[in-house]
């Protein structure tokens, strides 16, 4: 195990200056900090507070003034009181409109139920990106260790092709080994190439993720507890079960739910006419000079009692409700799902032994300089070099498979914070 540490960070030291270096702690903690995607959803969250704060305004009040005549004589019989301003007379109203039904509890209510649809979608944002985070951060340590030995295994073969085309053109050995070393090389070269297309592909997903710099060429995840500890120990199924109805996409279709709800009341509420308190003050246009008059209005509701928007709103919560039952269900079957998954992978880990691969590394060594020396067959060594590598493939892809399952369970289990 040591000499594969330092295997790793002798490869470290071919990159570029400008490598980023991060641990996993040190990822997720720039990761909350840095994405873009995070920060636009706490703004959406700001802006329905907002929105919460307009719900709870009354209407404004209407001020009206009319009936002023800006060219009347200036003569002493019709002069008002004051000389200014010059007129004779003015219509003053003024209405505020009293919301009936509840309609501002009902749009209070409303709102806080979106502010809370925000936040659930924050919190399952999170879950998401989090889940990709760990996910994109093992696959890159895979691709890290793979590209460290494969590398090392392409120099290796290189070397014993140039030889053997040597010996195949001096006719020491048969010419079938060498083409037999070129078309294992090959093979080494090709799964190299597809191994560096997936590392940057991950380095893409890390680099949105992050949000890291152009600058910044590369990014190398400290490749420690890539390994997995044995471990047989399972968290309980019935209590990840419970965790269900907070789940942030549930608490999400629960809050919908609750908005519908609300609209529901909101609408309803609106089949009855808002009042109208009115004032008024005339100067020379009634039956005295100085006139004062209060009055009331309303709409009268004789065919348009909201029946459409009511329709629609009960229909929307109909909709709301059979969501919120499959959002709970979908969660409670990938709980179960992601759990047995774990318990798999966990049994087949547990049953293989991380030494066979310094052993293989070992026996390598010896293995081609026994055949330099001709101690042992061409055909064994191939065959020896063809199942270090697939030992190498099957145990990094294991490992990666098994902090999935965990990221994965992880991610199905995941509530609100705020949930009790």
């Keep these: 195990m040591l000499r594969h540490i330092l295997l790793l960070l002798s490869i470290t030291q071919a990159f570029p200056p400008d490598t980023l270096y991060l641990t996993i702690v040190e990822a997720e903690a720039r990761f909350l900090q840095k994405n873009l995607l995070l920060y636009a959803q706490k703004l959406r969250i700001d802006a329905e507070r907002a929105l919460l704060l307009q719900a709870r305004l009354w209407p404004n009040p209407t001020l009206s003034i009319d009936q002023m005549d800006f060219f009347a004589p200036s003569t002493p019989e019709y002069r008002p009181l004051s000389e200014f301003p010059r007129f004779y007379q003015i219509a003053v109203s003024f209405s505020q409109t009293l919301l009936t039904a509840g309609k501002r509890l009902h749009s209070i209510t409303l709102q806080k139920a979106a502010i809370h ?6 919190a399952d944002l999170l879950r998401n990106l989090r889940y990709n985070l760990h996910t994109h951060l093992r696959a890159l340590q895979r691709d890290q260790i793979l590209l460290t030995t494969l590398a090392r295994q392409e120099t290796l073969l290189t070397d014993l092709v140039h030889r053997y085309e040597i010996l195949a053109q ?14 294992l090389l090959q093979s080494v070269r090709t799964t190299l190439r597809e191994q560096r297309l997936s590392y940057e592909e991950t380095q893409n997903q890390l680099r949105q993720l992050l949000n890291l710099p152009i600058q910044d060429q590369l990014l190398w995840i400290d490749t420690a507890g890539f390994w997995p500890e044995r471990d047989t120990t399972m968290p309980p199924l019935d209590s990840l ?6 789940r942030p996409d549930v608490r999400l279709a629960a ?12 609408q309803k509420a609106y089949a009855y006419p808002d009042l109208n308190l009115l004032a008024s003050y005339d100067r020379l246009g009634g039956y005295r000079i100085d006139q004062i008059g209060f009055g009331v209005g309303f709409t009268l509701p004789l065919w ?17 409700q059979v969501l919120y039952e499959n959002a709970l269900s979908t969660a409670q079957s990938e709980i179960l799902t992601a759990w047995r998954n774990l318990a798999l992978l966990k049994t087949q880990w547990n049953q293989t032994s991380l030494t066979l691969l310094s052993t293989y590394q070992d026996a390598e060594t010896r293995y081609r300089l026994a055949l330099q020396n001709q101690r042992v067959s061409f055909l064994a060594y191939i065959d020896f ?29 995941t509530t609100l914070p705020t949930d009790p």
């Design 117 to 122: 649809i925000q936040e659930a979608a924050f």
């Design 170 to 183: 001096s006719q020491i050995v048969p010419e079938v080994e060498y083409l037999r070393l070129q078309s």
């Design 241 to 246: 079960l419970s965790l269900a109805p907070y």
């Design 255 to 266: 809050y919908q739910l609750a908005y519908d709800e609300a609209n529901l009341r909101l």
């Design 304 to 320: 348009n009692r909201n029946q459409g928007q009511i329709r629609a709103a009960a229909a929307l919560r109909q909709a709301s």
């Design 385 to 413: 070099f063809q199942s270090y590598k697939e030992l190498l493939l099957n145990l990094t892809q294991l490992a990666y498979a098994y902090h999935q399952a965990q990221a994965k369970l992880q991610h199905a289990s």
